[in-house]
Every structure is written in structure tokens, then in C-alpha cells.
């Protein structure tokens, strides 16, 4: 009998992890693919770029390392960080936004702490979150959805647009952001912040394309598409319900308690819950089992430090969605969480016996 010497937790079950991250991509599809059908062949490109940079990443580090990496390369755990990356950049931001965004997240974020289940970071947001910061004017030209866009773009236009920067007849990514009214179209979270700033009411601003009935134009079939998704990741109990639900019910609460206070300065639960990477967040991201806390309380108060931040952040932070900051942030806390939420050992006494 051979005996291993590995970290906890030691219980075996029945799903490799390649069939778990097989089972969390296609999980993603419903999402994406309406993500495609609204944003166009700009997230498609941004998918397939990302997923390439992380395998490529990942199989040169392991090269490095001397580890088998056709082997580690058929986890999957690549692939899903290049789905997650793709998914959350900005459609037919430049290629080379994509490229630093994935390598770091593979190389730096994953491999220099010890690669697959040593990570302290979940490795696509702190990916994401290095671009945004280094190049925020490239990641703030998200693209309004098709239907409001005044120029269609084709497959090649859209590769055109990420290598060069205009499309084939040579419109900007600006050009291909502004209405028909002139005026350049921004995402609903953005347009909110913008405007609530500008002095605006959000009965007023709720009048704009981008909305309708309350909501965001497209972004909320996305994040129906996230949950319906997330909700299969439940079923096969390949995430427990304890970060979604601490997530979602904080950030109802909070965004509940303002709109209360004060519905002309402050945008409803529903808008919260179907703008921007709420669904995505609270399903595939925040419930990283490497970077999130290992015991039950701990996620429930992860969860819920994950939905308050991402409303501090969109209501008065300086990004209009705060999802990937606020992962990022109690990434750091999950060791003080595990060790003030771990259960007693059998037998153990307390401090006062």
C-alpha cells in the first residue's frame, strides 16, 4: 500500500478535475452565448484569444518546471481561466489586452504561487483587473448591444477592429460606440454612474436606449443566461449554494435599503442582480474553491463580503462594476476566515477549559 503525503482536504469523489471543469465550461454556454448573440463576434474572438494565451502560458511554465504538461494541459483548468477572461473583457478590445491579461493570470497569478490548488488569487479576475487598471481606456469601450449599434459588424470587421483598431472601412472603436443620436452609448452600469454624477435622476436616466423596463438592454438576458447556468453547476453539486446565496442576498439587501431611501438616487435589487458580471460573479468566480474560504460559515460571510463590496464599489468606487474588484478583495480574507470559522475538533477544549 502506498501512502500520500498531500494538503486536505482528503476526500475523493467521483469527478475528476477534468470533468468538473468540462462540466463549469459548458455550464458557461447558456451565458455566453447570449453574451455573443447581443455583443457580436467580439466576444467570440476575445474567448478564442484568451483560451489560446492560456494554454500557451500554461504549457510553457510547465516546460519550465519540468512538469508533464500535455497531462496538466488536459485538466482544464487553463481552458476555463481563458473562458472566464474572454467572457469578461470587453468585446473587440486589442489583442494585446487580451494576451498580458491571460498570461498574467496563468503565469503570475497561478504558477507563481505553486500552480493548480496554490493560488491565492482567482487568477482570471486578478487578470482582469491588472488590465483595467493599466489601461482603462481600452477597457471602458464596451460596445452597446448590436440592435443599437450603427454599423454592423461582420466576422472580419471584428478581427480587423482587434489587430488594427478600425474596421475594414475604417470606422474607430469609437465611431462604432456612438447612437444614432451622436451621443457615445455605454453599458447600463456605466451610464448610471455617469449620470447619477451628472446630477441626473434614475427615473430619468432609465428613459435612455440602453435600458428598457428598468433593466439593461441585453445584460439582462446575459445574466439569466450565468444563473440558468449556475443553477447547473448546483445541480451537479459541482459548487455549494453558500457564496451565490451569501453574494446575491447581501447585495439585494444593500441596493434594497438604498433604492428604499432614496429611488431617484439609488437603482433597484433588479438592476443590481441583472447588470453587468452579478450572475457570472456570484456562480463561476466567487466560488473558486482554491482562492475562496473552505468552510461552510466561511463562504456564507465570503459570499456576503463579495455582494456588499460590489455594491460599495458600483455606487460610489471609481469602476462601474465592482464584481472583480470585491472577489479580489476577499480573496485576502479567506485565511482569517478559515481560521476563526473552522469548526472544533472532536475532543478539542476551548480557551476557557
Same mark, same amino acid.
Given at each position: 500500500?502506498?501512502?500520500?503525503?498531500?494538503?486536505?482536504?482528503? =476526500?475523493?469523489? @467521483?469527478?475528476?478535475?477534468?470533468? =468538473?471543469?468540462?462540466?463549469?465550461?459548458?455550464?458557461?454556454?447558456? +451565458?455566453?452565448?447570449?453574451?455573443?448573440?447581443?455583443?457580436?463576434?467580439?466576444?467570440?474572438?476575445?474567448?478564442?484569444?484568451? =483560451?489560446?494565451?492560456?494554454?500557451?502560458?500554461?504549457?510553457?511554465?510547465?516546460?519550465?518546471?519540468?512538469?508533464?504538461?500535455?497531462?496538466?494541459?488536459?485538466?482544464?483548468?487553463?481552458?476555463?481561466?481563458?473562458?472566464?477572461?474572454?467572457?469578461?473583457?470587453?468585446?473587440? /478590445?486589442?489583442?494585446?489586452?487580451?494576451?498580458?491579461? #491571460?498570461?498574467?493570470?496563468?503565469?503570475?497569478?497561478?504558477?507563481?504561487?505553486?500552480?493548480? +490548488?496554490?493560488?491565492?488569487?482567482?487568477?482570471?479576475?486578478?487578470?482582469?483587473?491588472?488590465?483595467?487598471?493599466?489601461?482603462?481606456?481600452?477597457?471602458?469601450?464596451?460596445?452597446?448591444?448590436?440592435?443599437?449599434?450603427?454599423?454592423?459588424?461582420?466576422?472580419?470587421?471584428?478581427?480587423?477592429?482587434?489587430?488594427?483598431?478600425?474596421?475594414?472601412?475604417? /470606422?474607430?472603436?469609437?465611431?462604432?460606440?456612438?447612437?444614432?443620436?451622436?451621443? #457615445?452609448?455605454?453599458?447600463?452600469?456605466?451610464?448610471?454612474?455617469?449620470?447619477?454624477?451628472?446630477?441626473?435622476?434614475?427615473?430619468?436616466?432609465?428613459?435612455?436606449?440602453?435600458?428598457? @423596463?428598468?433593466?439593461?438592454?441585453?445584460?439582462?438576458?446575459?445574466?439569466?443566461?450565468?444563473? =440558468?447556468? +449556475?443553477?447547473?453547476?448546483?445541480?451537479?453539486?459541482?459548487?455549494?449554494?453558500?457564496?451565490?446565496? +451569501?453574494?446575491?442576498?447581501?447585495?439585494?439587501?444593500?441596493?434594497?435599503?438604498?433604492?428604499?431611501?432614496?429611488? @431617484?438616487?439609488?437603482?433597484?435589487?433588479?438592476?443590481?442582480?441583472?447588470?453587468?458580471? #452579478?450572475?457570472?460573479?456570484?456562480?463561476?468566480?466567487? #466560488?473558486?474553491? /482554491?482562492?475562496?474560504?473552505?468552510?461552510?460559515?466561511?463562504?456564507?460571510?465570503?459570499?456576503?463580503?463579495?455582494?456588499?463590496?460590489?455594491?460599495?464599489?458600483?455606487?460610489?468606487?471609481?469602476?462601474?462594476?465592482?464584481?472583480?474588484?470585491?472577489?479580489?478583495?476577499?480573496?485576502?480574507?479567506?485565511?482569517?476566515?478559515?481560521?476563526?470559522?473552522?469548526?472544533?475538533?472532536?475532543?478539542?477544549?476551548?480557551?476557557?477549559?
Amino acid at each position: 500500500m502506498k501512502l500520500f503525503k498531500t494538503p486536505a482536504p482528503h =476526500v475523493f469523489g @467521483d469527478l475528476s478535475i477534468t470533468q =468538473v471543469m468540462l462540466t463549469v465550461a459548458i455550464a458557461l454556454l447558456p +451565458g455566453a452565448l447570449i453574451q455573443i448573440f447581443f455583443f457580436g463576434w467580439g466576444t467570440l474572438l476575445n474567448v478564442v484569444q484568451a =483560451v489560446l494565451w492560456a494554454l500557451l502560458g500554461e504549457a510553457m511554465v510547465l516546460r519550465l518546471r519540468n512538469q508533464p504538461y500535455q497531462q496538466r494541459l488536459m485538466d482544464g483548468s487553463a481552458f476555463v481561466t481563458g473562458l472566464l477572461l474572454g467572457l469578461a473583457l470587453p468585446p473587440l /478590445v486589442p489583442w494585446w489586452v487580451v494576451c498580458i491579461a #491571460t498570461l498574467f493570470a496563468i503565469v503570475v497569478v497561478k504558477h507563481l504561487y505553486g500552480g493548480l +490548488g496554490s493560488n491565492p488569487f482567482n487568477p482570471a479576475m486578478a487578470g482582469y483587473v491588472l488590465v483595467l487598471v493599466a489601461f482603462p481606456l481600452s477597457m471602458s469601450q464596451w460596445l452597446p448591444i448590436q440592435d443599437l449599434m450603427p454599423h454592423h459588424l461582420g466576422l472580419l470587421d471584428a478581427l480587423s477592429v482587434i489587430l488594427n483598431g478600425h474596421t475594414l472601412s475604417g /470606422v474607430d472603436r469609437v465611431g462604432l460606440r456612438l447612437g444614432v443620436d451622436g451621443f #457615445t452609448l455605454a453599458t447600463p452600469l456605466d451610464t448610471v454612474k455617469t449620470d447619477l454624477s451628472a446630477g441626473y435622476m434614475i427615473r430619468e436616466i432609465l428613459t435612455k436606449p440602453v435600458f428598457a @423596463d428598468g433593466l439593461g438592454r441585453g445584460w439582462t438576458w446575459v445574466n439569466v443566461g450565468y444563473l =440558468v447556468g +449556475g443553477l447547473i453547476l448546483l445541480w451537479r453539486r459541482i459548487i455549494q449554494w453558500y457564496v451565490p446565496a +451569501g453574494m446575491l442576498v447581501s447585495l439585494t439587501l444593500i441596493s434594497l435599503f438604498f433604492y428604499i431611501y432614496s429611488p @431617484d438616487q439609488f437603482a433597484s435589487p433588479l438592476f443590481h442582480l441583472f447588470s453587468g458580471a #452579478t450572475m457570472l460573479g456570484a456562480f463561476f468566480i466567487a #466560488t473558486d474553491p /482554491v482562492s475562496c474560504a473552505s468552510t461552510p460559515s466561511g463562504r456564507v460571510i465570503f459570499g456576503i463580503g463579495v455582494g456588499i463590496l460590489t455594491y460599495l464599489i458600483r455606487t460610489w468606487g471609481g469602476y462601474p462594476d465592482g464584481v472583480a474588484f470585491a472577489v479580489l478583495l476577499m480573496n485576502l480574507a479567506a485565511p482569517t476566515l478559515d481560521h476563526y470559522t473552522r469548526p472544533r475538533a472532536y475532543g478539542e477544549m476551548s480557551t476557557g477549559g
